[in-house]
């Protein structure tokens, strides 16, 4: 392939995306709107209108933050690539840093950082003006950035030294190295799931056991009927953040655990709440978890085979507006020109990806409605959405093409009719 050719098919799939995102998102918001003046029938005596109007204009509102998002994004994209961006660094890391692996780490960095700076304003907006707006903000700025502090230095850490031993990889072990930097990177997955619960999320969030003693007896025999083991029940306090509400289980092996958010407890009854995990644990006993890590697993061993094909292509380089350098490494150009253009070239598939997640969650909801109410579900599943403002009326193929849920009104009848 040529690097022209390259370049016209970048931007084509680019071009294409943007179009696709804004008629799927104009479609959203003139459905939305449609239907904001009435409750939908099967929620009319649950859910009053003043919620669900709310439910409408955040729907809205956080679907237009997105779209502009995407716009910076798309910007972001061209300014690092065809404008030249990511060749500027890239001389002004070697001239400093000359070839070897403190240039290659430097330009990886640099690229982390800048990227982070240019989202920094729209994280702190969406946080505070957005979710502020429709009360669901409860972080303060001192929180929102001794989270950033910490999220960065854990970045940092373990980011830094996943890519430090890919690029070693890249370079000292022929052209299976991508085979190589697979098995490191599925460890590394691996380990996370034991690190995550243990050590990374309580530096975010306190846990304590849960005490309400009536709960966890209910709970506990939820988990002796089904067949789980945990290593323990957990309140979480998620109300330091938000006043969104949710349940998860997490962890691997000796290390799982079940969480519980402060905003969940104090709005379900423990028969509701009984419900919800019965769904979470759903995923866990149909082996739902275990087939998206597989799936995740086959779909990175192969990007990485690409990768280890591109790499060694010019036109990769220069159809994107970098030129190699002669007698330098070029594998951490490779990795970042990778990770900027594959979202680009992937976004056509994402309905796929949205179908398997649903299909997943009717089977988590008729698993827990064997082991539980699927009233008790249902009441619950009502609860959050009104709690989480989530819409009832989200245009359908806003939804098959995005979201990883069934819509409210086709899970709920599905629920119903079991």
Known sequence: ???????????????????????????????????????????????SLEAHQKAADYSIAKTKFALFIVLLNAAVLIGFTLMGGLQWLANASFSVFGDGWRYQLALVLAFALISGLIELPFDYFRQFVLEARFGFNRMSPALFFADLFKSTVLSLALGLSLVWITLIL?????????????????????????????????????????????????????????????????????????AHGNAYFSG??????????????????????????????????????????????????????????????????????????????????????????LPVFSFLFSPLTSLSSRKHEFEADAFAAQHTSSQDLVSALVKLYEDNASTLTPDPLHSAFYDSHPPASVRINKLLST
């Open 1 to 47: 392939m040529s690097s022209l050719a390259f370049t016209v098919l970048f931007i084509s799939f680019l071009l294409i995306s943007l179009v696709v995102r804004f008629w799927l998102a104009s479609r959203h918001i003139r459905h939305i709107l449609a239907n904001r003046a009435t409750v939908p029938a099967q929620f009319a005596g649950q859910i």
């Open 170 to 242: 890249m370079e000292k072990s022929g052209d299976l190295w991508w085979l190589y930097a697979w098995i490191v990177w599925c460890s590394f997955q691996m380990l996370m799931l034991v690190l995550v619960p243990l050590f990374i999320a309580p530096m975010f969030n306190k846990f304590k056991p849960l005490e309400d003693e009536n709960l966890r007896t209910r709970i506990e025999n939820l988990m002796q009927r089904i067949g789980f083991a945990s290593s323990g029940l957990f309140v979480m306090d998620g109300s330091r953040r938000s």
């Open 252 to 341: 691997f092996g000796a290390a799982k655990r079940i969480v519980f958010f402060d905003t969940l407890l104090e709005r379900l009854a423990p028969h509701e709440i009984e419900a919800v995990l019965a769904h979470e644990l759903g995923h866990f006993k149909l082996k739902h978890i275990v087939k998206r890590i597989c799936v995740m697993f086959a779909a990175s061993l192969a990007l990485l085979a690409l990768l280890g094909y591109l790499k060694t292509q010019t036109w990769f380089f220069t159809g994107l507006g970098v030129e190699p350098m002669m007698g330098a490494s070029n594998d951490a150009m490779a990795l970042i020109l990778f990770a900027l253009v």
